[in-house]
T-cell receptor, first 112, second 112 residues
């Protein structure tokens, strides 16, 4: 099925560990983004990309890195996990910025 | 970041009742989106609004782009149990770098 695929679905990390959250879409969307969802906070933008090779920071970028080497993939890297990064992470894509996004099913991350 | 206030925070209604919720912003937006999120899933786009005063329906759902461009409204008529979930608004403008900012959500419970 066409859509946005996120892996893994669940992850537990120890403080200081690093990991990469994977996001792939097969809809040939130029725009991709990462959000985190915390209770009572809604969805907050971490990083986004308007096309391959182009990335920019969102509202809460600290502690996260991204790259966009292909149109299809937009991985999110946590370099040194902290308990404050415990959250549900969503990847989203759209044909162009400004149109409605298609969201993945999320990655639930716990940092202990 | 942008402040999007969604109200109410939660609603408990009887099956068959109509539902109204709204979203207000401190800034003018060019686009409003309404999403629904089921437990354990990513948000799914319900309605997109692109013009002040616009009224758009999607089945039993109707959303309006406020004339001031600082608010939007979502109505659900004749609620059914599968309407249960969290409803998010999102707004976007050139002032937000064309990125979408999300409200904190309205949690809807439908009592059969």
């Amino acid at each position: 099925n066409a859509g946005v695929t996120q892996t893994p679905k669940f992850q537990v990390l120890k403080t200081g560990q690093s990991m990469t959250l994977q996001c792939a879409q097969d809809m040939n969307h130029e725009y991709m983004s990462w959000y985190r969802q915390d209770p009572g906070m809604g969805l907050r933008l971490i990083h986004y990309s308007v096309g391959a090779g182009i990335t920019d920071q969102g509202e809460v970028p600290n502690g996260y890195n991204v790259s966009r080497s292909t149109t299809e993939d937009f991985p999110l890297r946590l370099l040194s996990a902290a308990p404050s990064q415990t959250s549900v992470y969503f990847c989203a894509s759209s044909y162009v910025a400004g149109l409605g996004y298609t969201f993945g099913s999320g990655t639930r991350l716990t940092v202990v | 970041g942008q402040q999007l206030n969604q109200s109410p925070q939660s609603m408990f209604i009887q099956e068959g009742e109509d539902v109204s919720m709204n979203c207000t912003s401190s800034s003018i937006f060019n686009t409003w989106l309404w999403y629904k999120q089921d437990p354990g899933e990513g948000p799914v786009l319900l309605i997109a609004l692109y013009k002040a005063g616009e009224l758009t329906s999607n089945g039993r759902l109707t959303a309006q782009f406020g004339i001031t461009r600082k608010d939007s409204f979502l109505n659900i008529s004749a609620s059914i149990p599968s309407d249960v979930g969290i409803y998010f608004c999102a707004g976007q403008s050139s002032n937000t770098g064309n990125q979408f900012y999300f409200g904190t959500g309205t949690s809807l419970t439908v009592i059969p």
